[in-house]
């Protein structure tokens, strides 16, 4: 598809427009169809439902006894067979068995319609019978037509619907082959439209890709010839503002950077020539610059073989003007190093003069260290053994801080307990008073009983001869509420007693439960003296073990100072030596003052 031309591509698309416009017209037709012929299936459908309504209304009269089933059959079946709607509309009916029941053709009536079948084959009565007893539905058949050409067969779609009172399912059909021309004239109609909306689509098409392809072949020659550094050709279509615009413009654009390389690279040759003669003058000049560095080079090479050997008092001379600022700095720094040389020298006479001081020093500081060091370990011994015993009373404290808590949360759950005893033993007077409100409701029942029965025995007396059976009865009646009036009352006192110790009950659980809670509470305050307890144990313990391991820190301190003040009386006598050594080695320097410089040597040795 990628490698297409792009006049090949718009002739797909519109291809699959023409393909797709086509389609939409078949399908556009086919659901017309559709609705028209379900639109028929609705009239019929309609009809056989009015019939049904017909032979309903009869049956009511049935029912009603206005006339017998076989009457109301008769009148309905004739008023239905002369049913007629167009086009040449009529109903019919069937029994179970295929056989016809009403037909506006009487002949047809009673014939047996089982074994009729269509040209293929289909015993259609039968499949009618099927779907109407199904709920109802269509049946289609080929069956000839009343006026129709000599043997030919068209199609037939009926509707049927089964009316179960009577065992008869209702029917009605029209023949098809008008929707079928309907179709065809609606189908060519379409083609016809189709075709030309198809021609102009096509020459629209046409003219459309002819538009777009020529200005991008005049493109394409004209990237061509930019392609070949031709930048005097002028690019066409710069001037419109369609994407075929914007690629002459980006043409137009890559022919200005085209003749851009092209000067530059003219102006590049001409900066090379430039580059070339310049870097011959330079040449000259490093040679005449190497020479006067050579100069440089052996003058200061001759005044550091001076300084190596130790003479501070030598000077840099001319070096010409180029170097005025090296000699000048040299000479500087040489003096400032002889000036360093002679402070370094009267300083290590100062350093011989202290060096016995700090001997001396060193030496009894080592010594008091050391008895201060001893003096520490001792305490932090002492210190360890109180931590010790500290930590086992925080422990035992802790112990019982636990066991205490534990006693506490038994006693809140036996408290717990005791509210929920509390809270039944009140559910179960609650409920004992609702069975005596039920009993009393019985006892009521059971006294307006007797009451009734009492009347009634005064009303079966007045009946006399007729009445003693029911006056037997409303005895029977009376004895029966009184002896549910007796045990209501019986259940009543039982019920009131049984209050009377739930009431009891209550009381000495809330007892209990107040008892409880006071130990509780007992317990509650023991908890928190011994959970302070144990808390001032852990401080105490924690300060303690601050305080050794700080005591501990110290003595390690203090050995370490003691031996740091060894190491200092060592590097005394090490530092005297060095010393020494340096004014040694300061005398072989020759400096602007190099008398005192041998004096001091000999003074701080």
């Known amino acids: 598809m990628k490698n297409l031309t792009i006049s090949k591509q718009l ?29 028929r299936y609705n009239m019929l459908r309609t009809q056989v439902e009015s019939s049904l309504s017909i032979m309903d209304a009869y049956n009511e009269r049935v029912k009603a006894g206005e006339l017998t089933l076989a009457e109301a059959k008769a009148e ?16 019919f009916g069937f029994n179970y068995q295929a056989v016809n029941v009403f037909h506006p053709t009487a002949s047809v009536v009673g ?4 074994e009729v079948k269509d040209e293929s084959g289909n015993t259609f009565i039968v499949d009618m ?12 058949y080929m069956w000839a037509k009343p006026g129709g050409e000599e043997g030919a067969l068209y199609l037939k779609g009926s509707y049927s619907m089964d009316y179960a009172p009577w065992g008869v399912i209702v029917g009605t059909g029209v023949y098809f082959d008008d929707l079928s021309a309907v179709f065809m004239t609606e189908l060519m109609t379409q083609l016809v439209l189709g075709a030309i909306v198809l021609a102009a689509l096509s020459l629209v098409a046409f003219f459309i890709i002819r538009s777009i392809t020529g200005p991008l072949n005049a493109i394409r020659d004209t990237l061509v010839e930019v392609s070949t550094d031709n930048v005097d050709i002028t690019v066409p279509f710069t001037e419109m503002n369609n994407e075929v615009g914007s690629m002459a413009q980006a043409t137009a654009a890559l022919q200005d950077k085209v003749r851009e390389r092209l000067a530059l690279s003219a102006q590049q040759e001409t900066q090379d020539e430039e580059l070339r003669a310049q870097r011959s003058s330079a040449a000259k000049v490093k040679e005449a610059e190497a020479a006067e560095q050579a100069q440089f080079v052996s003058a200061i090479g001759i005044l550091l ?43 290590g006479f100062e350093i011989g003069e202290s060096k016995e001081q700090i001997k001396r020093a060193s030496g009894d500081l080592a010594q008091r260290t050391e008895l201060q060091a001893a003096s520490l370990e001792e305490t932090s011994a002492a210190i360890e053994e109180l931590s010790v015993t500290v930590k086992q009373t925080a422990d035992g404290a802790s112990d019982a801080a636990e066991r205490v808590s534990v006693v506490s949360e038994e006693t809140t759950r036996s408290d717990d307990i005791v509210k929920n005893a509390i809270a039944a033993m009140s559910e179960i007077e609650n409920s004992s008073d609702e069975i005596g409100k039920i009993i009393g409701v019985i006892d009521e029942i059971a006294f307006q009983t007797n009451l009734l029965a009492l009347n009634a025995g005064v009303e079966a007396a007045r009946a006399g001869e007729s009445g003693k059976g029911f006056a037997v009865v409303a005895q029977e009646v009376r004895e029966l509420a009184q002896r549910s009036a007796d045990a209501a009352k019986e259940i009543k006192e039982r019920i009131s007693q049984s209050s009377t110790q739930v009431k009891n009950g209550v009381e000495l659980v809330g007892q209990t439960g107040e008892a409880l809670a006071r130990i509780s509470e007992q317990i509650l305050s023991a908890s928190e003296i011994v959970t302070k307890i144990a808390g001032s144990a852990k401080e105490q313990d924690m300060t303690l073990a601050s305080i050794t391991s700080s005591v501990n820190q110290l003595d390690t301190q203090t050995q370490s100072n003691a031996a740091m003040a060894e190491q200092t009386t060592a590097s005394a006598e090490v530092l005297a030596q060095d010393t020494t050594e340096l004014l040694n080695l300061i005398e072989k320097f020759k400096t602007s003052q190099q008398g005192h410089v041998a004096n001091y040597a000999r003074a701080a040795a």
């Open 11 to 39: 002739l797909m698309l519109v291809a699959g427009f023409m393909l797709a416009l086509v389609a939409i017209s078949y399908f556009s037709v086919q659901s017309k169809m559709t609705s028209i012929t379900d639109e």
């Open 76 to 91: 309905a079946f004739d008023v239905i067979s002369k049913i007629k709607y167009e086009p040449a509309g009529y109903l």
């Open 111 to 114: 014939r047996d319609f089982s």
């Open 129 to 140: 019978v099927a779907t109407a007893r199904s709920g109802g539905g269509r049946t289609e």
């Open 305 to 347: 073989e001076r300084l190596a050997e130790g003479d501070l008092t030598t000077r840099c001379d001319d070096l010409g003007e180029k170097y005025v600022d090296v000699k000048n700095n040299f000479n500087d720094a040489i003096s400032r190093l002889d000036s360093a040389m002679q402070n370094v020298s009267s300083k």
